[in-house]
């Protein structure tokens, strides 16, 4: 039995699958949070969806975002954020049925269940402006093993164009941004190391597809960037997901106007 899953979230279909026999039972609970907005920023709300079954136990938050000028953008976004929540409860459902179906087939007279299966989302709101939006969401899952495992997914949106925003988006063609990201992140670990895999840290360089997202300012430094590091990436499982911030006025020589002009830097 696998004690857990990690699935990329991004660039999900649409919801496809349907089990009609399991909604049949299900008790499905759904009510919208007060909306969170941001200064200057549209207002973005959860609704959450809850059913329970002998095999499945499903806790979802879905975005909404609302106030864009752009409406047929803003249908869109919002969309694809539902597609990809559902998504992620479809597939964990559908492995119940099948895992119920192997078993049954293999010691139909066991008595050891590792049901239900869990598929959660949690969402925060890292950062609103009215052109640029930074989410994250917490995709949990439990397969019946020791423990669940969340993977962490950050939605760093274009507000104006409706694309996602890469970290290498951010910064002047040219300007090697790795390098004082890189160094920051080391103090960080230096002054914990223990926390760490010995064999991997320091770092020595950040990934093509680096995961990043960026949060509000609490003060007047202005926004930071978050980078972050998935379970086991660089730390064990009982570390957690690691996320490290760093001004973006410490960089802001190297973003790109545009990047200033996104953040309203």
């Not at 930074?134 to 507000?159: E, F, K, P, R, W």
Request: net charge negative; with cysteine; charged share 20%.
């Amino acid at each position: 039995m696998r004690a857990h899953l990690a699935i990329p979230r991004r660039n999900r279909g649409s919801l496809t699958t349907v089990l009609p026999w399991l909604a049949a039972l299900a008790v499905l609970l759904c009510a919208v949070s007060p909306a969170q907005a941001l200064a200057g920023g549209p207002s973005i709300s959860m609704t959450v969806v809850k059913e329970l079954t002998d095999l499945m136990d499903t806790d979802l938050e879905i975005p909404s975002i609302a106030g864009m000028q752009n409406t047929d953008l803003q249908q869109s976004i919002n969309a694809r954020l539902d597609a990809e929540v559902r998504s992620f409860a479809t597939e964990i459902e559908e492995m119940a049925v099948e895992t119920k179906r192997s078993l049954d087939e293999s010691e139909p007279d066991s008595t050891w269940s590792p049901w239900p299966f869990a598929a959660y989302t949690r969402w925060d709101v890292r950062f609103v402006s009215a052109s640029f939006v930074s989410l994250t969401c917490q995709y949990y899952s439990y397969l019946g093993g020791a423990h669940g495992y969340t993977d962490m997914v950050a939605y760093n949106i274009d507000l104006r164009t409706g694309e996602d925003i890469e970290l290498k988006d951010l910064f002047d063609d040219g300007q090697d941004y790795a390098a004082p990201i890189l160094e920051e992140i080391n103090r960080q670990i230096a002054l914990e190391p223990e926390t760490y895999f010995a064999e991997v840290v320091p770092l020595a360089d950040l990934a093509a597809d680096q995961k990043f997202c960026i949060a509000q300012a609490s003060s007047d430094d202005g926004p930071s960037l978050i980078v972050y590091f998935g379970l086991y990436e660089i730390a064990p499982y009982a570390s957690g997901i690691r996320e490290f911030a760093i001004p973006l006025s410490q960089l802001r020589q190297l973003l790109s106007p545009a990047a200033i002009s996104l953040l309203g830097m």
